[in-house]
């Protein structure tokens, strides 16, 4: 299997452009989850999908951040306007059912 | 509210020695536990998982750690460090395995001294 992915692998971009973070989970899984890591704050729980229903979004910052499930098989995560304080690694992780979270490689995010 | 301390940021053991990074948690339901590395510019993978089974639990690359309620604590510990061992290493609690988010630590990052 080839593991969690995400696009880009990093992504620069200017304060107040839209950026858009993608994951493919690995195939058959059905939850799917999305962290930030920050040297300040280290690893955040952003938002969490079960059956492609957001379970809890309760970490995601502000109305900036959205998140989406179209299908079992991609999700992204939004943000707009960015900001400067966005930067950081965003990773994707996804599990069957009660089982392990597996990672993605990150996203390593700059906002000028 | 579930929470996760681990004590020092920083830990460095010469080759050959004991590894022990210390995990406590806090939760209000039994935990399950978990132990994560992240190399440099990677993800996550995990070492050990705790899901209210043994309490000793043995992971990958010869590394264990015991949950012990009355301390609420699950430490990670190798017998001898490798200097394949540098890295950070999570400590997690999430209430349910795999289905709930996890809670982790700040992280502590193992130095291995030659």
């Known amino acids: 299997d080839a593991g969690v992915i995400q696009s880009p692998r990093h992504e620069v971009t200017e304060m107040g452009q839209e950026v858009t973070l993608r994951c493919k989970p690995i195939s058959g899984h059905n939850s799917l989850f999305w962290y930030r890591q920050t040297m300040m704050r280290g690893l955040e729980l952003l938002i969490y999908f079960n059956n492609n229903v957001p379970i809890d979004d309760s970490g995601m910052p502000e109305d900036r951040f959205s998140a989406k499930m179209p299908n079992a098989s991609f999700s992204t995560l939004k943000i707009q306007p960015s900001e400067p304080r966005d930067s950081a690694v965003y990773f994707c992780?996804?599990?069957?059912?009660?089982?392990?979270?597996?990672f993605g490689p990150g996203t390593r995010l700059t906002v000028l | 509210a579930q929470s996760v301390t681990q004590l020092g940021s920083h830990v460095s053991v010469s080759e050959g020695a004991l590894v022990l990074l210390r995990c406590n948690y806090s939760s209000s339901v039994p935990p399950y536990l978990f132990w994560y590395v992240q190399y440099p510019n990677q993800g996550l993978q995990l070492l050990l998982k705790y899901t209210s089974a043994a309490t000793l639990v043995k992971g990958i690359n010869g590394f264990e750690a015991e949950f012990k309620k009355s301390e609420t604590s699950f430490h990670l510990t190798k017998p001898s460090a490798h200097m394949s061992d540098a890295a950070e290493y999570f400590c997690?609690?999430?209430?349910?395995?795999?289905?709930?988010?996890?809670?982790f630590g700040k992280g502590t990052h193992l130095i291995i001294q030659p």
């Open positions: 992780a996804s599990s069957l059912a009660t089982d392990t979270q597996y």
């Open positions: 997690a609690v999430s209430d349910r395995t795999g289905a709930d988010g996890l809670t």
